[in-house]
């Protein structure tokens, strides 16, 4: 609730600094002309979110598992969580975007390769990096001694892991789960400087075709309380469901 009011107020404060171009009330309707725009905009970081996220968490569930283990692929395993944790989005949204071919072949069918599912890809790689580092950290949170007792019970080391941890960790990550969406969810805005018409490209183009600074402070505010309104309500709720776990 205060998050919110701390973003209109800044809004409100650079509305109100912003050089007067015309009335505001035409100002306003301007904005509401380009709404459904702005819309279909984020509907765009919303699916390229969810995409990401998807193919995060598959890769990111299976990255850490390995990394449990002290085999090569273990350590390969734990060299991508470590790679991609610390590599700057925005490279690998650009890697994404120009290494991979903008048409495939597949049994001589020329299938589009389209730039939204390579940034969902490019933004894919943090998140299963992260998702991984979620994991690892739940199956550090289960005690010791369960191992140790299914172990004596029988159980190898695989069996343990998935039959008597993970069911118990996916309560646990639920939580930090979440909050990397949100996060990834944010980092959609990279996609527009590869030229995906999400909701900051399409600010960039009401910007310029109204040429007005009123209407353009309105509008990355508006673009702000977008992100914000959707974003804010996951954080609350990880919040939440994390005092309900302790």
Known sequence: MYGMLGVLVVG?????????????????ARLAEWAPALAHG????????????????VIGLIA???????SFAGRLARIWITAFRNAPWLVLVYFTTYVFPFELHVFGTTVPFSD??????????????????????????????QWETAASMGFSRTQILLKIVAPQCMRRMLPPWMNVYAIITMGT?????????????????????????????????????IFFAYCYPISWFTRWFERRLR
Not at 12 to 28: H, Q
Not at 203 to 223: D, G, K, N, P
Request: net charge neutral.
């Open 12 to 28: 409100a404060v650079l509305w109100s600094l912003a050089p007067e171009s015309g009335s505001r009330g035409e100002t306003f």
């Open 42 to 57: 984020f509907a765009m970081n919303v699916l390229i979110s969810i995409g990401a996220i998807f193919i995060g968490t």
């Open 64 to 70: 850490g598992a390995v990394a449990l283990s002290r």
């Open 116 to 145: 939204w599912l390579k940034v969902t890809l490019g933004l894919a790689l943090p998140a299963s990096a992260n998702i991984a580092e979620v994991f690892r950290g739940a199956v550090a949170s289960i005690p010791s001694a």
């Open 189 to 225: 805005a990279l996609s527009s400087l590869v030229g995906i018409h999400d909701l900051l490209d399409t600010a960039q183009i009401a910007s310029s075709t109204v040429a007005r600074s009123s209407f353009t402070v309105l509008t990355y505010v508006a673009t702000l309380v």
